[in-house]
């Protein structure tokens, strides 16, 4: 079976290649030669996760999935969600995001947060999705050196260190990504 995941970030293929069984052949944009920017222009995690699978699926006609990931500030009514990349601009760098949400957060008692990923696949023709949630609290100052994105001014609950003070693979079994993957992967399995 072969699948195409709607991404060229090679941290994420590698996360679900080493999940995945051996009968099922994981394809990356550029192994389809999709090298066109696939706009996310829906306001919904669903809906751009679906934007990136539809385009594959209609543009190049493999089975494709895709995931988008939002961090969810319940101070802040679940901002920045869906924009997270985009928080501090359009071209905003990871670190311009992080110096905006803990200026947003100043002075602020209620730090819980959550990381959401929604995984949209396309299979056989049916639309499924697939959810991971890691719930958790934003720091008030950056910790830690791995990882990316708002990992520094993340510390899942159950833990005392933040995203990117953890390794790979210790970030892999609890993180919003990491479970959405497992129930990709189980119901791959199945279908398998
Ligand atoms: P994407 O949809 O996976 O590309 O994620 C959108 C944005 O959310 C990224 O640009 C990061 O800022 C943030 N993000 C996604 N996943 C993580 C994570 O595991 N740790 C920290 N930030 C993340």
Redesign the pocket.
Known sequence: MKIVFATNNKHKVKEIKDLLNSKIKVLTLNDIGCFEEIEETEDTLEGNAKIKSDHVKNKYGYDCFA?????EVEALGGVPGVY??RYAGENAS?ED?VNKLLKALEGESNRKAR?RTVISLQLNGKQEFFEGICNGKIELVPKGAE?????PI?TPNGFDMS?AEMDLSTKGKI???GRAVAKLVEFLKIKS
């Open positions: 995931d988008d990931t939002g961090l997270s990349a990871f995001n990381f990882g990316f994105g708002y990992d993340f995203f993180s919003h990504r």
